[in-house]
């Protein structure tokens, strides 16, 4: 299987369908075999009925439930441990991240020397105040961690099979993948 594509989400009962049309469609257009793993964190709204009708619908559709929100970093581990493709991987589930964009990331995991590919969300429509803290925070650990990223938080990354396998996240760790991954010895 080529792509694993892992999404963690909690109440986002209305971007789901959307979202796994746009999946879908880049998917066939690039012939890619492929899963899709929804990891529901305890969501309280149809976001568990919308995932199981979907699974129903398409074969590669696949999903985890949580019966309570255990937070993104249990989810994306959850998703990591069923996974099987060759790449996997990550992305929000409110359309924050493009799917358009998995094709340029893997074929720049496979053809260049990295384990890892993060994504960066050029365009925010944040207010100001979730603009500066977090250009602050994403200075802080790259001077810290030595990691060039210009966006730590951005949810859509790509990773070698074997890095995925390798790596535990807990807790809020899953801004810091790219330092789990570095300290597994990926880099
Ligand atoms: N999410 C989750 N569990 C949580 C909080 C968020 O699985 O406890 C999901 C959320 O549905 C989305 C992704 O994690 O798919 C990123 O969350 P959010 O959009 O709130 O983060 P931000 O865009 O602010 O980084
Ligand atoms: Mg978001």
Not at 25 to 44: A, L, R
Not at 158 to 176: F, N, P, S, T
Request: charged share 25%; glycine share 6%; hydrophobic share 40%.
């Amino acid at each position: 299987m080529n792509l694993s594509i892992i999404i963690p989400l909690l109440n986002e009962e209305e971007s789901l369908q959307e979202l796994h049309n746009w999946i879908v469609s880049v998917m066939k257009s690039n012939n890619y075999s492929y899963e899709v793993i929804f990891i529901d964190d305890g969501s309280t709204d149809k976001s568990w009925d919308i995932i199981e009708q979907l699974s129903s619908e398409n074969p590669n559709i696949k999903g985890i439930r949580f019966l309570r929100n255990y937070g993104k970093s249990q989810a994306l581990h959850a998703g990591f441990a069923k996974a099987q493709g060759d790449v996997i991987i990550t992305m929000d589930a409110d359309l924050q991240d493009s799917p358009d964009e998995i094709l340029a990331m893997e074929k720049l995991l496979l053809d260049g020397e990295f384990d890892l590919i993060s994504g960066w969300k050029k365009e925010r429509h944040d207010p100001l105040s979730k603009t500066i803290p977090t250009k602050l925070y994403n200075w802080m650990t790259r001077r810290v961690s030595g990691i060039y990223l210009n966006d730590f938080n951005c949810g859509l990354k790509c990773y070698k099979h074997d890095v995925v396998k390798a790596i535990e996240v807990q807790g809020e760790m899953h801004r810091y993948i790219p330092l789990l991954a570095k300290s597994a010895g990926f880099d």
